[in-house]
């Protein structure tokens, strides 16, 4: 095998990887978000997450892309990791179609006859190339263009098949390649060559693909095949295992499943098959392969560890929560979330109960993200911008659940006073929601401040000090009066927040006073407006909560008309606390 063989060859492999990518993603695109909403709606039994996990990988040609879907949903709360292992299990089988398109490659003309040889893959590739570019360059709607990007993505599949046959046709008569080929009949090296091999290619159907090709040399025996279709069951894992490393607990168990099955379905199939054919003497495998038999020996194989470990669906679940284990807080969230049970809104004196301590927990949760993320503005670290990121995505799931359950229990058979605890807690979760976003933005700037080396000058920093020390009283004020239903606290609120917005308007004064003098340049000022903006607003949501607690005495929600009479006849010891607060908070 010459140079020119082996460019010919790694030429093919491109050809053919890019083109099963070019039909998957356009297959992907042809069928929109249907194939996500099937996957999320239709999950609900292992049976039907088999078959749907099957029939979407068919389609999309890609059990990563299935499985690295099916993640994603797991990560944010929408199905659960049963419901998850039942799609991975699908996806496992449904990867084999591709080589079955593949097994087209064997259809040949050959003969004497024209009508024979318009069947020839060549031929039919050539008609398929030719339309598929019709397709894409001449049709307007985006729903033919895609299909003809689906023809033109087989047609380069089926070209680089050709290219690889083409380029290993001759090995079939090469002692030194035939001699390496039969050290991997050897199981465990064949399994650990499959898994090498598509670790680096990142694709499975590719690695079959590619096993096809070199079963024109007529040197692939069975023996030598099974144990490296094994090892590239389980190094498929290796891309969804990826996509999970900054995925949740749960994630990061969907995805391991994916390794456990096929792992586990390799080792329970090797001890069992090797075992009867050393009892038996199985005499077909020293058989020669071919693109068809390949393809037929994996899918056999999938279904059958599928078959295998489909009952154990919920052992495996186990597993992966015994492998993988919650963090602290991720511990306390679900503590908090199994509060919120369908069961408890027969009751709902013990649901409006159950929402009300989830609804403090959420507040406290936003509070510590906003004080984690002013540590960062002195001391900024990646690993304290990244927790600031995943406690916001907690918060935002946070206000999902209470939202949806909050809207539930307002459809039972409520007294007022349940009423008024719902209605406010409705008020209040998007407030701390929004100042958990505030936080992010806050880590954001520590984030730019850090990777441009920008320092404020001394003046600058001692106000934004000043400012944050303000911020931090008017949030503990906030949500110690809501999770203590402390009205004295409440009235505290709206001074403070009056002289933080104050104190705003007067720091952007000084700031284009400094900018005047050359004291700070412009990049200074949109790091500095920036996080004046955010605490600014972190203050108003404050307001906002204490407004609900408030007004939640007088039966009324009528946010704007309670802050416009309590600023103008200063009511309640508003001007005793504006300035106990200037004093405190002075630039």
Not at 98 to 116: E, H, N, P, Y
Not at 327 to 333: L, M, R, S
Not at 577 to 584: G, I, L
Request: aromatic fraction near 8%; include cysteine; hydrophobic fraction near 50%.
């Amino acid at each position: 095998m010459g140079i020119s063989n082996v460019l010919e060859l790694l030429g093919g492999v491109a050809l053919f990887l890019f083109g099963m990518a070019l039909m998957g993603d356009s297959l992907k695109k042809v069928a929109g978000n249907k194939l996500e909403l099937i996957l999320f709606r239709l999950s609900s039994t292992p049976l039907k997450g088999i078959l749907l996990g099957t029939g979407v990988t068919a389609v999309i040609q890609s059990s990563s892309a299935t499985s690295v879907m099916v993640v994603g949903f797991v990560n944010s709360g929408m199905m659960k990791v049963r419901q998850a292992i039942g799609v991975v299990m699908g996806a496992i089988i449904g990867t084999s179609i591709t080589g079955w398109i593949i097994c087209l490659s064997d259809i040949g003309g050959g003969g004497s006859s024209d009508w024979l040889e318009l069947l020839s893959t060549d031929t039919l590739t050539a008609i398929i190339a030719v339309v598929g570019i019709i397709l894409r360059m001449f049709c307007a709607g985006p729903a033919k263009k895609h299909v003809g990007e689906i023809m033109l993505g087989f047609a380069v599949l089926m070209f680089g098949m050709k290219a690889m046959s083409s380029a290993v046709y001759d090995l079939r008569s090469n002692e030194a390649f035939i001699s390496m080929l039969t050290t991997f009949s050897n199981p465990l090296l064949g399994i650990a060559l499959g898994i090498v091999f598509t670790s680096v290619i990142q694709s499975a159907s590719a690695a079959v693909g590619i096993l096809q090709a070199l079963a024109v040399t007529g040197a692939i025996r069975f023996d030598i095949a099974l144990p490296i279709i094994m090892g590239i069951a389980i190094g498929a894992a290796v891309p969804v295992l990826l996509s999970a490393l900054g995925a949740s607990a749960d994630g990061k168990r969907t995805a391991l499943s994916y390794l456990m099955v096929d792992a586990l379905g390799v080792i329970l199939f090797s001890i069992i098959f090797y075992t009867l054919n050393t009892v038996c003497d199985f005499a077909f495998m020293s058989t020669t392969m071919t693109t068809v038999s390949i393809a037929l020996m994996n899918t056999v194989f999938r279904f059958v560890i599928v078959l295998m470990l489909a009952p154990f669906i919920s052992l495996l679940e186990k597993i992966c929560n015994i492998i993988i284990k919650d963090k602290p807080e991720d511990a306390a969230v679900l503590e908090d979330f199994d509060r919120l049970e369908e069961r408890f809104l027969d009751h709902p004196a013990l649901a409006v109960e159950q929402s009300r301590l989830t609804v403090n927990s959420m507040a406290k949760k936003a509070r510590e993200n906003l004080f984690d993320a002013f540590a960062l503005i002195g001391n900024y670290s990646d690993e304290g911008f990244r927790h600031v990121t995943d406690t916001e995505d907690i918060v935002d799931k946070y206000e999902d659940r209470l939202g949806t359950y909050l809207i539930h229990i307002t459809s039972r058979e409520l007294n007022s006073e349940q009423n008024e605890a719902v209605g406010k807690y409705l008020h209040t979760i998007n407030d701390f929601e929004r100042i958990s976003d505030h936080a992010l933005n806050v880590a954001e700037c520590a984030q730019e401040l850090h990777e441009k080396g920008i320092i404020f000058s001394t003046d600058g920093a001692r106000e934004v000090n000043v400012l944050i020390s303000a911020v931090t009283e008017v949030i503990n004020t906030a949500i110690d009066a809501f999770c203590n239903n402390d009205l004295e606290n409440a009235y505290r609120v709206e001074p403070l927040e009056e002289l933080i917005d104050n104190l705003c308007d007067e720091m952007k004064l000084h700031h284009i006073d400094r900018l005047q003098k050359g004291i700070c340049t412009l990049s200074h000022g949109f790091v500095f407006n920036d996080l004046l903006t955010n605490l600014e607003r972190i203050s108003d949501h404050c307001s906002n909560i204490a407004v609900a607690l408030i007004e939640l005495e007088s039966d009324s929600f009528d946010t704007h008309e309670y802050i416009s009479s309590l600023i103008e006849v200063r009511s309640h010891c508003f001007d005793e606390y504006y300035a106990e607060y200037s004093k405190k908070f002075a630039l």
